[in-house]
């Protein structure tokens, strides 16, 4: 029986890497953690029963996918000490803990990487495959096509998911895409089930290159025509989200300004602060490797010399820097959860690099309690907008 243990977020520290245990079957396993990556404060029950049930050789080759804070590929690589462990990620974050991770417990055959799914190693092969369900059913597809492709003949394909995350439907494809799958485990609500990779498997390489595929996508917003490209797997990926229509719509920024964008997606919001701000300067950022290639791309479409964009955990990246606007949409779901720690940083960071006057605007939902932590920071806060569902504040330092 594994035993919990749960963290607890200290205000104003979310920046602070910790330790996290884990005994499972007479053995302890830590990882370093943080806020911003799902499942920060407890191992995830899904992780937990992967690592009950997967089998591991001394020599395999592994390749984690989503690998979080690192609990299954620490586990696996410790019991691999003559084999190889790959971790990827899409979440900066998440790397940088992973790193940490496994430099914590002295592992030496195992290496982190940011991945789009499996994008960053797709010429290698590996002995397993452990999958942990992410969020989208098109990022779940593509993680079993592409532990399919990359899977040596008889390597096992691990698959791990939460029932309420979709992970029954990912596990009916990972049948569909391998011929044959088992359900290993259940419990808690978790399930992790195994396939095999027979010589019949083929990888339907159309498919794989769609989802990688970045499309373009036209926002009207403003009275104007924007173009964005998008790919599955990024927030409101196929559509514009309402949230960030009622932002743009409600900003007020001057040709001069220098603006931020926090959390930027792939890039709508950044692009009309561009079109807005003709003579000054915009800086979009994200956690998210994918987010962050494709707001480059939309930038460079348009044809935007006056804009950057950045990986960056919150605002760490550009807290040296001085901002007259910061502009957010910022998100309060980590997997199927609703968590504000990413939102309350980012209004913290908001505070730290906006100049003196200068305004921070932020939507929400109605039901989201932002005002407080807004108003312990800002001199004057106030909402621009407001319908039944969205509320756009306006904080002015």
């Keep these: ?17 910790r330790e996290l245990t884990l005994d499972l079957g007479g053995q302890r396993y830590t990882v370093v953690t943080k806020p911003g990556i799902e499942g920060w404060d407890e191992p995830a ?63 030496l ?5 940011l991945s789009d799914c499996g994008a960053a190693i797709q010429e290698q092969t590996f002995d397993l495959v452990a999958i942990h369900a992410p969020r989208g059913r098109e990022v779940a597809h593509q993680c079993v096509r592409d532990a399919a492709a990359l899977l040596r003949p008889s390597g096992r394909c691990y698959l791990a998911g939460a029932t309420r995350s979709g992970v029954k439907s990912a596990i009916r494809y990972l049948e569909d895409v391998f011929g044959q799958a088992h359900l290993l485990a259940y419990k808690g609500g978790s399930r992790v089930a195994l396939a095999v990779k027979g010589t019949e498997v083929q990888v339907n390489e ?22 964005c490209l998008t790919k599955p797997g990024l927030f409101s990926w196929d559509r514009v989200d309402e949230g960030t229509r009622r932002l743009v719509e409600s900003v007020e920024i001057g040709p001069q300004e220098r603006v931020l964008d926090l959390g930027c997606g792939y890039g709508l919001a950044g ?53 007259d606007v910061v502009i957010t949409n910022p998100p309060f779901h980590q997997g199927q959860g609703v968590s504000y720690e990413v939102a309350r940083q980012f209004i913290h960071d908001a505070a730290a690099v906006l100049r003196p006057g200068g305004r921070l605007y932020l939507v929400a939902n109605h039901f989201i309690p932002y005002e407080r932590e807004m108003a312990g920071l800002f001199q004057e806060v106030g909402f621009v907008y407001r319908d039944h569902r969205f509320l756009v504040w306006r904080a002015i330092k």
């Design 109 to 113: 055959n195992a290496e982190v990487h």
């Design 271 to 323: 692009l009309v602060a561009a079109d807005m701000a003709l003579y000054g300067e915009v800086v979009l950022v994200d956690a998210d490797c994918v987010a962050v290639e494709a707001a480059r791309r939309t930038l460079e479409q348009s044809e935007v010399a006056h804009a950057e964009v950045r990986l960056s955990d919150c605002g760490a990246a550009v807290l040296d820097r001085a901002f």
């Design 1 to 17: 029986m594994a035993r919990r243990h749960r963290l607890t977020l200290p205000l104003r520290d979310y920046h602070r890497y």
């Design 45 to 107: 029950p899904a992780a937990r029963l992967l690592m009950e049930v997967m089998e591991v050789g001394p020599a395999d080759r592994i390749l984690d996918l989503s690998c979080g804070v690192g609990w299954v590929g620490l586990a696996a690589a410790q019991r691999a000490p003559q084999g190889w462990a790959c971790l990827l990620d899409r979440s900066m974050v998440a790397v940088e803990a992973a790193r940490r991770t496994l430099a914590l417990n002295g592992v």
């Design 206 to 227: 159309a498919t794989s290159h769609e989802y990688y595929r970045f499309r373009e996508l036209i926002a009207q917003v403003r009275g104007k025509r924007y173009s």
